[in-house]
């Protein structure tokens, strides 16, 4: 896709997060290893409690106690083709605040709890504007607002500025969210379930409007969803998750048009279709999955796999193989040495 | 069938692995207990309320002397010192305590209670005193500890009748830490079924409930209790001065429990299971007993936890005016209001002790009770 | 009664169907204002008239809002219409009206309607085991003996594959599935006749969310069941349902069979629906054709036909008359003034919704 010698605007190398529960230590996010390409969209998706959204906020070094970073990289090279290693950085620090929302934002499923009810959307964005731009006035900050308000194709700006946030339609918030996100034009945006919480029209919207944005910004994206059809509209590339591992990884069109993993397929397989006979039973995945702190042994995912190889699936963790041109599945079932194993 | 049998069969093995989770076998009330124990502070506090509790019933057994016993030559005497160390300078492996003599003072020209350093008693447990019964079913004469006659062994010192203050302020909390238990239960009763029912049924008879609490919630709490107080016939006897006590206390408090329970009921009402059960047929009594009020029951205990304190502290104010528990039954209320004058203070500080008992009890019901209220929401982290 | 309520749809199959509303109105007073006096109404309900045929699974479908859940509460007699008949086809009595039923043929219909909702970790009393989740509608409606319930609770956590070995677990011990599973199990101890499903798969995961479909079509076939299956997923609507009922701001705007109406809309709302939906295999630059705006504060609609600020076939008299539900062809209704005129195609793919 792009030249070799550019390296990605931000790369994830085995990351390891952990919580530290009364229960043990509960491992959310298992080795998990991305790059995402400057102006790309990389969609993330997987079950609930999978570890999407601790993986986001590890970017940003968000993870909270009694959670925290255990093992991995992550880099970040921005305009100024300068790698940074923001697992270096200490959360708090200013280096690092700076670098939220100027370099990288974060925009989520319910933007209500994002955004403090007592102040109007205009005193937020402003707030935030300021928080970055020190220098700004007030008075061009609030421009700056008005502008962002446009952009995101909310009608009449300059009245909804002075608006409260529980004044505005579930969709209208989400459009603020989003101009909040982008008023300090970052380079990535985070979106976890953006659209989780909407109505399918307004989530269409959205989406229309995130591609637009993208388009204009140039931006990149990480897209967080559990919609296998709203990842194939939004994503470049797509990396599929269970149990806080990445099981498989690739350009989207091949991931879904190719499943290589037994789960991407069980789950495109479990999806109802326009022609699925409305007499038949859907090809369901079995049982359910697993929390962390039991996680199985072996491969991740062989309690449920229909193609799971006993003595081999439940024994040992296979790595990820490559299957394609960029396409990796962690499965048995593609590891070129599949025949010596089963021996 | 065959392909439910199949489902059942995809689910067993998962929820075989669930039994492993502890949080899994529990109930809600067992969860709600391992939250609470999280808390060190109301551990502490409950830790300090089962031993004014025990103390309570036990007090008999470990005071030394009897609730009335008046001990004539030593009114007035300052708390007993207990020593290890002779005048001599010598150690002593049991603890001694000096005789009390009485001796005029050089300056004042009145008798004081002086240590006669010639004379030790020791300190002894398990020894036979005045006779006493605890609950009405167990009599004795054996105490926790005390000393030989004529020794005397004043913990807290004695008042101007040379009464134990120590003794008295045990048979005291007997008093003091039931009147607001008996109350709270009695406001927690009436509270709790009228916030269910007004909060269920809504309508005229919610609407008179309401205005009701209104006026009892707008009432000056002290200023009530002494009119309500003052109409208990003086010819009442003590017990029934106490129950009369009890039920003016939870008078200005059902109000408070009925509107936050209420309150809660609203909430639940509309809630999916509450629906449910009345799309099963069930019947409102059963809606409001089986579901609504266990539901509540978490927060009810809170309210009711973080209320005792204001009903013991009702109690003492009252019994502190003289309106509330009259002698010959003591509460702490009472004593302290022998403790009333600045004379008695200045020469006597030791008579505000029983003040000591009753700040560390609300504090412990105040620990408890936040204990609780963090714990009555079992599944939050 | 009223002038604009509709005959009922002709079903080829069957002469009666089990449920069936006619003309339903639903109206909230809400207070506002600082002493209460600003009261406005939303019309939750706007004389809504539908069919549910014997052993049918019908789909009311529409954004959040519209009035969906409204509509099974008031059939499930928990709100209670303004107007208009809802009549059910009771297997012991007949036809029955429900919409003002008194509390005595309430508590019968109610052994024949039961309702399964949204949010599983919502609607199960988190306080009792699962053992006493399923008795409790077979102890209060008296229907076995008390030595009968223990082997009949199981035998239903059973049906919808739950182990019985786990009766006096706690719900919380439960993952989402498996809580929507017990509240089925409750819904069956009755044995209704018409279960109202309200938006049971939306808060499961995709994995879970096919086996709980699944085991709903499997106990339709063993138990005879009829759903009214509201859901705001149209994939799942055109997997799970016969015919769909779609609403928007608490009127029906179209009804009718469920594919032949997903494959050529009669309502510009509905197509507008269908082509919001995301499509898996299109790629990225899809370009999708989403109704314009939101929908409109249910306090105060739109005159004349609700959807006209956001249609883009509307005329003049879209904006002043109301449309009728009309009939357009066999066994399908829309309510728009140029129903069956219009070039509404579905999306382009819609083979792969
Ligand atoms: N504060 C926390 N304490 C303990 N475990 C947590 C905490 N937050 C998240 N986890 C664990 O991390 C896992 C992944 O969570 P999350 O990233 O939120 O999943 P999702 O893919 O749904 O976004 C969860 O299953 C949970 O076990
Ligand atoms: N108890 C209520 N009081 C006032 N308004 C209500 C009440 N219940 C629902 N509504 C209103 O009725 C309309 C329809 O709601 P609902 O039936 O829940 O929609 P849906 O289930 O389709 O999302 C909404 O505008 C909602 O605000
Ligand atoms: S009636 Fe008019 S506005 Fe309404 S859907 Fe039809 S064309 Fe559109
Ligand atoms: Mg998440
Ligand atoms: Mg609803």
Redesign the interface.
């Known amino acids: 896709m792009t030249e070799p010698n550019v390296s990605p605007l931000l790369s994830v190398d085995d990351l390891v997060v952990e919580f530290h529960t009364e ?1 043990g230590v509960v491992r959310a996010v298992n080795g998990v290893s991305f790059a995402i390409e400057k102006g790309a ?1 990389l969609a993330l998706i997987g ?2 409690g999978c570890g999407k959204s601790v993986t986001s906020l590890a970017l940003l070094n968000l993870v909270r106690p009694p959670g925290k970073i255990a093992s991995g990289t992550i880099t970040y090279t921005g305009d100024d083709a300068e790698a940074r290693l923001i697992t270096d950085w200490k959360s708090s620090s200013e280096q690092m605040r700076q670098f939220r929302g100027a370099e990288v934002a974060m925009i989520f499923q319910e933007p209500m709890t994002s955004f403090d009810p007592l102040f109007t959307i205009g005193e937020q964005i402003v707030e935030m504007v300021l928080a970055h731009r020190p220098k700004t006035s007030r008075s061009a900050a609030r421009d700056i607002a008005i502008d962002m308000l446009g952009l995101v194709r909310l009608p009449q700006p300059e009245v909804l500025i002075d608006r409260y946030p529980h004044q505005l ?1 579930g ?2 918030r989400q459009r603020v969210m989003i101009a909040m996100a982008l008023c300090c034009g970052p380079n990535l945006l985070i979106a976890d379930e953006p659209t989780t919480a909407l ?7 959205i ?2 409007l995130l ?1 637009q944005l993208q388009s204009e910004l140039g931006m990149a994206m990480l897209f967080i969803t ?5 990842a ?5 590339d797509i990396a599929v998750m269970y149990l806080g591992y990445v099981v498989e990884r690739g350009a ?2 091949d991931v ?2 190719s499943p290589s993993h037994p789960y991407t397929r ?3 397989d ?7 006979d ?1 007499a038949s ?11 962390p ?2 996680m199985p042994r072996g491969c991740p995912f062989h ?2 796999c229909r193609e799971a190889m006993p003595g081999l699936c439940d024994q040992r963790l296979p790595e990820l193989y490559a299957c394609g041109q960029g396409h990796q599945a962690r499965c048995f079932l593609v590891d070129p040495q599949l025949e010596v194993l089963r021996g | 069938m065959s392909d439910t049998r199949a489902l059942a069969a995809d689910l067993e093995p998962e929820i075989e692995t669930m039994s492993a989770r502890p949080t899994a076998i529990l109930s809600v009330r067992q969860l709600m207990w391992r939250k609470f124990r999280r808390n060190r502070l109301a551990v502490f506090g409950l830790v300090v309320l089962t031993v004014m509790y025990m103390l309570a019933v036990l007090a008999g057994f470990v005071a030394p002397y009897g609730v009335r016993e008046t001990h004539q030559q030593f009114p007035r005497t300052s708390p007993t010192v207990i020593r290890f160390i002779d005048a001599d300078g010598q150690f002593h492996l049991q603890p001694f305590v000096y005789a009390i003599t009485r001796a005029m003072d050089p300056e004042t020209f009145s008798m004081v209670s002086v240590e006669d350093t010639s004379v030790r008693y020791p300190v002894e447990l398990f020894i036979r005193g005045t006779p006493y019964n605890i609950l009405g079913i167990l009599k004795s004469d054996v105490h926790l500890f005390g000393v030989e006659a004529p020794g005397k062994l004043f913990l807290l010192g004695t008042d101007t009748t040379g009464r134990d203050l120590f003794s008295r302020i045990l048979y005291g909390s007997q008093v003091s830490l039931t009147v607001g238990l008996f109350g709270v239960i009695l406001a927690l009763v009436i509270g709790a079924s009228v916030g269910i029912i007004s909060g269920y049924y809504g309508g005229w008879f919610d609407e008179i409930v309401q205005r009701i609490i209104e006026m009892t919630l707008a009432f000056p709490q002290i200023p009530l209790w002494l009119a309500l107080a003052t109409l208990v016939p003086p010819t009442w006897s003590s017990v029934q001065v106490y129950f009369a006590i009890s039920i003016v206390l939870s008078i200005l408090s059902w109000g408070a429990l009925a509107r936050q329970v209420r309150a809660m009921v609203l909430s639940l009402r509309t809630s999916d299971f509450v629906r449910a059960a009345s799309y099963a047929n069930a019947t409102p009594p059963r809606i409001m007993f089986r579901h609504l009020l266990p539901s509540t029951m978490s927060h009810i205990l809170v309210i009711a936890t973080l209320t005792i304190p204001s009903m013991i502290l009702g109690e003492t104010a009252l019994s502190f005016l003289g309106l509330g528990i009259k002698a010959p039954m003591t509460s702490w209320g009472v004593l302290l209001n022998e403790a009333q004058s600045v004379q008695v203070i200045l020469q006597l500080p030791w008579l505000l002790s029983p003040a000591a008992f009753v700040v560390l009890t609300i504090i412990s019901f105040n620990f408890v009770g936040d204990g609780l209220r963090d714990a009555a929401d079992p599944f939050s982290r | 009664m009223s002038s604009t309520m509709n005959e009922p749809t002709p079903l080829a199959e069957s002469s009666s169907p089990l449920l069936s509303v006619r003309g339903v109105s639903k109206h909230f007073v809400l207070n506002g204002g600082v002493f209460g006096r600003a009261k406005s109404t939303v019309r939750a309900l706007d004389d809504v008239s539908f069919d549910v045929p014997h052993g049918a699974s019908v789909g009311l479908v529409g954004e959040s809002g519209c009035g969906k859940s409204t509509m099974g509460h008031t059939i499930m007699g928990g709100l209670s219409a303004n107007s208009g008949e809802i009549q059910f086809d009771d297997p012991e009595r007949g036809r029955v009206d429900i919409a003002y039923a008194d509390s005595e043929l309430r508590r019968h219909v109610r052994l024949n309607i039961q309702m399964v909702f949204q949010d599983p970790n919502a609607s199960l009393n988190p306080r009792m085991t699962l053992a006493d989740l399923v008795a409790e509608p077979l102890i209060i409606n008296k229907l076995l003996p008390k030595a009968e319930i223990p082997p009949r609770v199981a035998q239903l956590l059973e049906q919808v594959g739950l182990s019985p070995r786990y009766m006096d677990r706690y719900p919380h011990a439960l993952s989402g599935g498996q809580r929507q599973r017990v509240v089925i199990a409750r819904a069956l101890a009755m044995n209704p006749k018409l279960v109202v499903a309200d938006e049971p798969v939306s808060a499961l995961d995709v994995s879970i969310q096919a086996q709980t479909l699944n085991l709903l079509k499997d106990l339709q076939v063993e138990h005879n069941l009829t759903y009214l299956f509201i859901a705001h997923d149209l994939s799942v609507v055109n997997y799970f349902t016969d015919e769909t009922v779609v609403m928007y701001l608490g009127r029906v705007v179209e009804t009718g069979n469920t594919r032949t109406m997903f494959k050529a809309p009669l309502h510009p709302y509905t197509a507008a629906l269908l082509n919001s939906v995301p499509r898996l295999g299109h790629g990225k630059a899809t370009e999708k054709r989403a109704p314009k705006g939101e929908v409109p504060s249910a306090v105060n609609p739109p005159a004349g036909c609700h959807f006209h600020p956001r249609c883009p076939y509307a005329q003049p008299i879209c904006s002043t008359e109301v449309p009728p539900l009309r009939t357009i062809s066999a066994g399908r209704q829309a309510r728009c003034h140029f129903a069956g005129e219009l070039p509404l195609v579905a999306a382009p793919g819609q083979s792969a919704i």
Do not use: C, F, W
């Open positions: 229960g969209t079950e609930s339609s969709g209208m109505d399918v029209t307004t989530e269409s919207q989406l229309d591609r559990h919609d296998l059809a709203v194939s509209e939004v994503a470049d989207a069109a879904l048009s069980a789950l495109l479990s999806l109802p279709k326009i022609d699925t409305p039973r859907l090809n369901a995945i079995k049982g359910m999955v697993p929390t702190d039991e309690t449920r």
